[in-house]
């Protein structure tokens, strides 16, 4: 579960009068929400393609986290056709991750999430249909 980030900043100041002892004291309480694992490409939950064809998932969750893949909750490794890319966005807080699959197969299809390892959340699934790439072909019989 994602939950609230309670960061704390306080700083004391030292005056000339004071000799070096604190003269006054402040703080500040910076509450924020972490950011939650989310899939955000593609926006359809459900994604066809046709055997040898490209696909790229991309998930964002919070900077503080690692990002994994997953087909039917068995994780995902770089492997023949199947790579992660990794990004960073310290503006927003947000760390990115892409999963690409090059030269799709008929076994790649399934459910696909990604998950925030630092509080084991997963992101909303996309199933993948993978199509032959038959095309159909028409016979005519001449007598």
Not at 58 to 72: E, Q, R
């Amino acid at each position: 579960m994602f939950g609230w980030l309670l960061l704390t900043y306080s700083f004391k100041s030292r005056s000339a009068i004071g000799h070096g002892r604190p003269s006054s004291a402040a703080g500040v309480v910076l509450i924020s929400r972490a950011v939650p694992v989310e899939l955000v490409e593609p926006i359809s939950r459900h994604k066809r393609v046709r055997v040898g064809s490209e696909v790229m998932f991309k998930c964002k969750a919070d900077i503080h986290t690692t990002i994994s893949w997953y087909l039917n909750s068995t994780r995902l490794i770089d492997s023949r056709g199947v790579y992660v890319t990794r990004g960073v966005d310290r503006s927003g807080g947000v760390a990115t991750s892409e999963l690409h699959l090059q030269g799709v197969r008929r076994g790649d299809g399934g459910r696909y999430s990604c998950r925030s390892e630092q509080d084991s959340t997963d992101s909303d699934s996309v199933v993948l249909t993978v199509r032959d790439t038959q095309q159909r072909t028409s016979i005519t019989h001449v007598l």
